[in-house]
């Protein structure tokens, strides 16, 4: 019964986040996710420019920006973004810092999508413990929201090269904060990545070998499987599913699938902490059991906790209590 009234409860939250939802077009926009590529008009050769991406090892890596401009305030920390977009306010990246006192360890972490506002009880919880906390905005959420926006379409929609753009602007975003971490004196970087921020903390942790800590709540490998499937993302299917096939998605956001960075994500410096919960409606439980089996395959270990609750109730308790012990127990891990 009990289940049952949780299951229940997941689904009213799912459907308080779609008040404010609406569909948009399909859109290829192949420059956004790739600069220059301006006469890309066929899905195919979108698709062939996103193999490419994923093969090469450079995708995410700085475009030759620099890491001047950051001007921090007390707790608060801004820089300019390396990738420029049409939406000024999205172009300047802002993070909270709940400082610890100690330059031993820092911990970064990645909202979900649509998130309204930053984890004030995790920042207190653990900077009162001895840790860092920097909590980043991602592209078109809290400081960066689009004006006029009422949730963050231009994060992750039906538009294809927006999508990549936006989450590969998220993983610069994200390395050149811990460039400036590391720059500060902090010994030992750590991430969290939450749902979407999950992808994004994978896609860091995979690219950048500052990072030797890596907790993934509620994630899986494929974005395209999980937009397809997934209870939170039906619009964007809606908008997808007359203009292009599953296996053509998954293709076109291959730079974005943590499967694909398996090996990297094994890295022997590297330790995995997952956090999955068994009723997910999001982030499906078998699209999540296929990346545990590639990340595994790939020699990775990952420690895996599984909770017997739902994609927005792993924010009750108990679930969250669980999930933020586990978490404590992988940041005091070597120190």
Not at 43 to 61: G, M, P, R
Not at 182 to 187: D, L, S, T
Not at 202 to 225: I, Y
Request: overall charge neutral; aromatic content about 10%; some cysteine.
């Amino acid at each position: 019964m009990y289940h049952s009234w949780l299951d229940r409860w997941d689904e009213q939250r799912a459907r308080r986040g779609e008040e404010w939802k609406n569909p948009t077009d399909f859109v290829l926009d192949a420059e956004r996710a790739f600069p220059g590529e301006k006469k890309i008009k066929t899905i195919e050769e979108f698709c062939v420019l996103a193999d490419q991406a994923t093969a090469n090892s450079a995708f995410f890596d700085e475009p030759g920006g620099n890491d001047q401009g950051f001007e921090r305030q007390g707790e608060w920390l801004k820089f300019p973004s390396d990738i420029s977009t049409d939406v000024e306010e999205n172009d300047v990246v802002w993070a909270k810092i709940a400082d610890c006192g100690s330059f031993d360890q820092a911990l970064v972490i990645f909202h979900h999508w649509n998130a309204s506002c930053r984890d004030r009880q995790i920042a207190s919880f653990f900077s009162k413990r001895g840790i860092t906390v920097v909590e980043i905005a991602m592209p078109y959420h809290f400081e960066r929201s689009r004006p006029g926006s009422l949730h963050a379409d231009y994060m992750l929609s039906a538009n294809i090269g927006r999508t990549i753009q936006s989450v590969r602007q998220a993983v610069l975003d994200g390395r050149k904060l811990i460039r400036w971490l590391k720059r500060e004196g902090y010994r030992d970087i750590s991430i969290l990545g939450m749902s979407l921020g999950s992808w994004v903390a994978g896609l860091v942790a995979a690219h950048d070998t500052a990072v030797s800590k890596a907790s993934l709540f509620l994630t899986a490998g494929d974005l395209a499987d999980m937009v397809w499937t997934g209870r939170a993302t039906r619009l964007i299917r809606e908008s997808l599913e007359s203009e292009i096939e599953r296996s053509d998605l998954r293709r076109a956001w291959g730079p974005l699938n943590l499967e694909n960075y398996a090996h990297s994500l094994a890295r022997p410096d590297l330790d995995l902490h997952i956090v999955l919960a068994k009723r997910d409606k999001v982030v499906l439980p078998e699209l999540s059991e296929r990346f545990m089996q590639r990340l595994k395959a790939a020699g990775a270990k990952p420690n895996i906790l599984e909770l017997n609750c739902g994609h927005y109730s792993l924010a009750l308790p108990p679930y969250i209590l669980l999930a933020g012990l586990s978490l404590k127990r992988l940041l005091r891990r070597g120190r």
